[in-house]
């Protein structure tokens, strides 16, 4: 081969010309019919992919510069020895083209149409194989020569007939055109194994005419064209090393060239790439479509047990951390039993944790008739490290978890969204020893009632709600046992809340005042205000060390009572329960109005049926009057005294504010102030950073 003796200008002028040519011609529309006039597949299949390795595996060794090329040959020979037997000759047939076209320097494009020609018979993908097999023999041959021509007479004998070079000792010229050359190689692997994806799609789930793969199958035959056209050039390389036993000069024209094509290789390969994925996106979103239809229609159908619905729900490989014992099992464990899906994100609250756990474990003890299992479902946010909170949520939780919920199918997330309506809030989905869905949130049921609502179906709620009324036993059953005693002893009772410290000062002073006054047994009781917490906890030490009244010490339980209050008005409403259809929730929505408001408030209980109301400014007042109303609390007694003097004090014009939690499917289009029936306006408020 003769050294570059060009001008600068001239060499410049040259390669502008060379890289014209080339790059118009991947939008030749005639160079595009010429290629597809050679395409006659006549059905027959090659498994490439076992060719494909066997192919790295030979450039990979041969030429260890190729970057995660070779890989360690553990392919079977036998699995695909059909195969080549049958392709044996055809790519023999190719390495003999290769090796006389590119040795006579003939014209790459027509070199290339003519093994287009030869392997009309196969498709794109095949094509592509079959030619790279037939390089990385002839490039296998050489490299094998080369590699060992200095330790192995036979190879030092074939070398020196075919005047191949002592790669070591021109290492300075070749190095530039051999790492063009490698670069070039491992760009023709990636298309080809690209082109192989493509045909590997699943029929079933993307179609020839679907946008994304259309596109593709337009991209591929001159994807295929190129791939082929660059293992020409390569074999061109190869050849032109033979007869180099003499110093040798390489040729800027030939690394330009591989290095241009690598480079237009290289781009096919990242628009493959884009289509693949755009394609294999498709066929993600409808595997998840057909999965997602497959789990309404199994929790719609009859089953014999629950397992198929929990199987589908949890990854099928997928086993449980038990919370009790710290150790994986089987999902059997679950068959034939109650179970409540606990589905949250992993922004919930200890709190919740807490009470449920509570619950959970009174269900466990054997004397008990109430038997249900807990598996808690969390709903990642993978865009954000979760490892971390995850298991120490888990390791506060005695019931069962997902070992990994990042495995979670979308189609499952989707199904418990749309059709469960998880948003942010927690909700636990009950199933019945059949995987039938009985409720879709069984929280409020477990926060009203407790294990009294087993079985926690709708029929059990609504049979509960019949026979309740508004005492204050509903208000604060389960949140302080002493409280519930002092009220059956017959004591009047005032609960109070907010954050107002300075008012609760006032409020619980004349409290006192008033009730040694009226000479009554009265017991003071601070319920906080939710989604406040440390503001409560502060207003806790105060009212301690100050003796003001008494206090829930435990703040999990100051959030249970607004939860449970909460479930309340949610419950009603899955029953379609409204202000003027039910007496219980204006009782409700009066109590999350008074939480809501940025002032105090008040609830005194006495006999029986006996209530009095208010907001913190007005009960305030109203006690600070208490002079005014002493002869007739003596008359009609204390309770039915303070109701009516609060509502002489109470303005028409009043300003009450309902904040609910967003839970999707429960918010009420309309709701009407709980003291004037009038309809409220409605607001969007967006919290964020609250004081818990």
Known sequence: MASNTQTP????????????????ASDDNAMMKQIQATHSPDGREVDVKPILHIIEDILGRAVPSIDGVHQDDNTNPADFIGSLEALAHLIYKISCE???????????????MVLFNTLSSYSWDAKAVIALAAFAVNSGEFWLVVHLLTTNPLAKSVAFLKQLPDISQHSNYLNPQL?????????????????????????????????????????IPIATYWTVRSIVACASQIAGLIGLRQEYTASATEAWELSSLAHKVNNIHEHLMKQLALCNQHIDEKIHLEYFHNLVHLFESPQFDNMKNLRALIHPMEDLHSGATKAQVKIEVLKRKHVLLFISDLDISHEEILILSQFYESSQTPTTEIQYEVVWLPILDILTPWQEKFKKLQSMMPWYTVLNPSIMEPAVIKYIKEVWHFAKKSILVSLDPQGKVVSKNALYMLWIWGNSAFPFNSEKEESLWKSETWTPELLVDGIDPALL?????????????????????????????????????????YLG?????????????????????RFLE????????????????????????????????????????????????????????EMARAKGDIALKGLEQFEEWKQEAAQIGFVPALKNRLQLLHLPQHCNRLILPGVNGGIPETVVCAECARPMEKFFMYRCCTDE
């Open 485 to 525: 005693k002092s009220m059956a002893e017959g004591m009047i009772v005032c609960l109070y809340g907010g954050e107002d410290i300075e008012w609760i000062r006032k409020f619980t002073t004349k409290a006192q005042v008033v009730a040694n006054s009226a000479k009554i047994k009265l017991e003071i009781f």
């Open 9 to 24: 200008l001239k060499l410049q002028q040259q390669l502008i010309k060379s890289d014209r040519r080339m790059f118009s």
């Open 98 to 112: 290769l090796s006389c076209k590119c040795s006579a320097g003939g014209d790459a494009h027509a070199t290339t």
């Open 554 to 609: 435990d703040p999990t339980f100051t959030w249970f009572f607004w939860t449970r209050l909460e479930s309340m008005l949610y419950s009603k409403l899955q029953h379609g329960k409204t202000v003027e259809n039910d007496q219980i929730m204006p009782e409700v929505m009066t109590m999350l109005s008074f939480d809501g408001s940025e002032q105090g408030w008040a609830l005194v209980y006495g006999a029986p049926g």
């Open 529 to 549: 205000k939710s989604k406040s917490k440390e503001k409560v906890r502060k207003n806790n030490e105060i009212i301690k060390k100050d003796h003001l009244s």
């Open 179 to 219: 790492g063009a050359l490698n670069t070039l190689v491992k760009a023709i692997i990636d298309v080809t194994k690209c082109i192989i994806e493509f045909n590997e799609l699943p029929s079933q789930y993307i179609s020839p005419d679907t946008p994304p793969m259309s596109t593709a199958t337009a991209h």
